[in-house]
Every structure is written in structure tokens, then in C-alpha cells.
């Protein structure tokens, strides 16, 4: 069974950067492709970013150029700079099985069979 822990989330002011961390049980990472959601109240849970490897990565369009998405052998890390209002959310991290096969299927949440309990992001507006 896969387990998922997410961390990092909190308060910051607009413009202001947070780091959000997920961790996973063993060799999670390898087999699985990983990927960060967000869901805002009233609001379907949304893609944000993915990663297959350090060169296989795919970042929503509104988030491209601010947040990036890493990995390494015990945690998948999302680096969240100029941050704004829109952005607040409960951040999930996830894992897919082969998601990375087309766009369609990484973007959206029914492709990963994995869920943590999700971290709170607050951007005062």
C-alpha cells in the first residue's frame, strides 16, 4: 500500500515563495509517476505539476514559469514562487501509474490510484 505525506503548506503573503514536500513509502518514486493537485473551496480538484524524471516534467498553464516540481530518492518537492491569491488551495500529492502516457491522462486526478491528505496553501488577497 502506498502511503503519502504531504508538508510545507501555510500562510505567506503575495509574492511570497512556499515549499511543499511529499513523502512516500518505499520505492514509491520509482515506480510510480508523481503528481501535485490543488483543490480551492467551491472549486474541482485541479492539476498543478508532474514528474516522471528530472528531464519529464508538465506544469499547468498557470503555473508555468512560478512553481517547479523535483524529486529525489525519498521526496517529490514543489517549489511555489510568486505566489498569489489564486493560488491558495489544499495541495494533494499523487501517484499514477504510467501517466506520463498522454496529456489528457496526467492532468487529470482519475489517472492516480494514490492520494496524501493534502497541506493547506493561504495567500491573503
Known amino acids: 500500500q502506498v502511503q503519502l505525506v504531504e508538508s510545507g503548506g501555510g500562510l505567506v503573503q503575495a509574492g511570497g515563495s512556499l515549499r511543499l514536500s511529499c513523502t512516500a513509502s518505499?520505492?514509491?518514486?520509482?515506480?510510480?509517476?508523481m503528481g501535485w493537485f490543488r483543490q480551492a473551496p467551491g472549486k474541482e480538484r485541479e492539476f498543478v505539476a508532474a514528474i516522471r524524471s528530472v528531464r519529464n516534467t508538465y506544469y499547468a498553464d498557470s503555473v508555468k514559469g512560478r512553481f517547479t516540481i523535483s524529486s529525489d530518492e525519498d521526496t517529490v518537492a514543489l517549489q511555489m514562487n510568486s505566489l498569489k491569491p489564486d493560488d491558495a488551495a489544499v495541495y494533494y500529492c499523487?501517484?499514477?501509474?504510467?501517466?506520463?502516457?498522454?496529456?489528457?491522462?496526467?492532468?487529470?486526478?482519475?489517472?492516480?490510484?494514490?492520494w496524501g491528505q493534502g497541506t493547506q496553501v493561504t495567500v491573503p488577497s
Open positions: 499523487a501517484a499514477g501509474w504510467d501517466v506520463f502516457s498522454n496529456t489528457l491522462r496526467l492532468t487529470s486526478s482519475r489517472s492516480y490510484d494514490y
Open positions: 518505499e520505492r514509491t518514486f520509482s515506480n510510480y509517476d
